[in-house]
């Protein structure tokens, strides 16, 4: 480093012009850190600008997550809730098939109960018509009901009354009975004949 008052005291060429060469070195060495300060600047305001820049595409990046985020929220509330009505629905639909299975269950079995009971009655039924022929004198019942119808007005008069008593469409009406009471009537009328 040069010494300024030695250099104002020495009055000669030499100390100026070391002076001089140490001022235009030094203004030389102050343009280049000048330049490159400057250069140091304008790569600190590109990184800035680029910076700047991130954080704007990021903000707006940010704000479209933020907007798909309550998007797909939303959606997610939507599906929950009908997926929770599918499911009430469902349920309702699996109740209503398990009512369904446990009536046609009873039904089935008030099927076969009525079956049991049918069958049963028609083996007391074909009893009964056998019934009709059980007596020890080997008359049957159709034989009593025409007993005393010796001419054909009387077979046809008690014909109609035992037809009006027994016919399937009253209370106390019996198919098979009436069966057999039209049997004996025809057989009765041909035998006249």
């Not at 907007?67 to 009908?82: C, G, Q, T």
């Not at 054909?152 to 009471?181: C, S, W």
Request: a neutral charge; proline letters at 1%; aromatic letters at 10%.
């Amino acid at each position: 480093m040069i010494n300024w008052e030695d250099v104002l005291k020495a009055e000669d060429n030499e100390g100026l012009r070391e002076a001089k060469l140490w001022l235009f070195q030094e203004n030389m060495r102050l343009e280049q850190e000048k330049m490159k300060l400057e250069q140091d600047l304008d790569r600190l305001t590109q990184e800035r600008k680029t910076l700047e820049e991130a954080r704007d595409k990021f903000n707006s990046e940010r704000m479209c997550f933020k907007d798909e985020m309550n998007a797909l929220n939303h959606k997610s509330v939507i599906e929950r809730k009908r997926m929770k009505d599918e499911k009430l629905f469902f349920d309702k639909k699996m109740a209503i098939l398990q009512n369904g299975f446990l009536q046609l269950d009873i039904d089935r079995r008030n099927f076969e109960r009525e079956k049991y009971e049918f069958y049963q009655e028609k083996e007391r039924s074909s009893r009964r018509s056998s019934d009709y022929y059980d007596y020890s004198d080997g008359t049957s019942i159709v034989g009593i009901l025409f007993r005393n119808a010796t001419n054909p007005l009387t077979l046809r008069k008690r014909y109609k009354d035992l037809m009006k008593i027994f016919h399937p469409d009253n209370l106390a009406g019996d198919e098979e009975l009436v069966q057999m009471i039209n049997k004996e009537f025809s057989r009765r009328k041909r035998e006249e004949a």
